[in-house]
Every structure is written in C-alpha cells, then in structure tokens.
C-alpha cells in the first residue's frame, strides 16, 4: 500500500483537528494522523530526499528548504503498515514546524509523538528517522 496525497500547504496553514490536539500536547493515534494526512504526496522539486528500506517496507521524506535553510515543506512517500504512515506524516509536521531537536534521539521523538502504535511496530520508527536523517542532511553529506 502506498499513501499518495497532494496538498498544497504545510500543515500550518491547513491545521486538522488532530494536528491542532498535537499541537496543544494530546498525542494523535495513528488512525488520525493516517486519515488526516496533509504531507503524503510527490517529491519532485525537494531539496533533498532521504530513503530507507527494511524487510519490504520503504519510506521516501523530502524536504524543500527556504533562503534561510530552513525546512519550509516536508512530504513523504511510504509502503506498508499504517504505523509507518503515521510516523511519517508526524515526521514531516514536526520538520516543517522546525521541532526536532539537532541533536536530539529522533526515533525516541517519533515514537513520543505518535499514540496507539503496536509494540510490534515501534521499529517503524527507526525506519523514518532514518529517511528524514537522510534528507535533512547538509549539501555534501553522504546521503
């Protein structure tokens, strides 16, 4: 299953009532964050794209930065389970809202930011921050 949606806008502009819960501190479930899913959509044009891949489950984050460097939109491309999906649509409203920490445990913020995940499906997460690590890497970097 792959989650393709184009909308224009990051999520600030177009905030859903599960973003506005995770932006007050109530964490959005994972049928929510899939359901209300703003950032799945094409990554033509992105500054940068990172990828990862385990066990037949890939996921795609591209982020286009502004003048600054900034992240000023994210989206992202994924196969399989709805846990991956929703860590990937949190991933990318985090980057756009300029909330992930630079040094900071971005699996561990992932997990922290998505409710109702099977424990079994927890390492999704990695996954993600894998890709999202990828893409938000410097000019020059190895991808």
């Known amino acids: ?8 806008g990051p999520l600030r502009d177009l905030p859903t009532s599960s973003a506005r819960r995770h932006l007050s501190g109530v ?4 049928s929510e964050l899939v359901e209300g899913a703003r950032h799945g959509g094409p990554l033509t044009g992105a500054s940068r794209v990172g990828e990862a891949a385990t066990d037949g489950r890939i996921v ?8 600054s460097g900034a992240v000023v939109r994210a989206r992202f491309l994924a196969s399989s389970c709805a846990s991956l999906l ?10 756009e809202a300029d909330r ?8 561990a913020l992932l997990r922290a930011s998505v ?7 927890l390492r999704r997460a990695d996954l993600v921050a894998a890709a999202l ?3 938000l890497a410097l000019e020059g970097d190895p991808p």
Request: net charge positive; proline share 10%; with cysteine.
């Open 1 to 8: 299953m792959t989650l393709h949606l184009e909308v224009d």
């Open 100 to 107: 992930l920490a630079p040094a900071g445990d971005l699996p």
């Open 60 to 67: 795609r984050v591209g982020v286009w930065r502004g003048p």
């Open 115 to 121: 409710a109702g995940v099977h424990p079994a499906h």
């Open 86 to 95: 929703a860590y990937a649509e949190a991933a990318c409203r985090l980057a």
């Open 27 to 30: 964490l959005p479930k994972v």
């Open 133 to 135: 690590t990828r893409a």
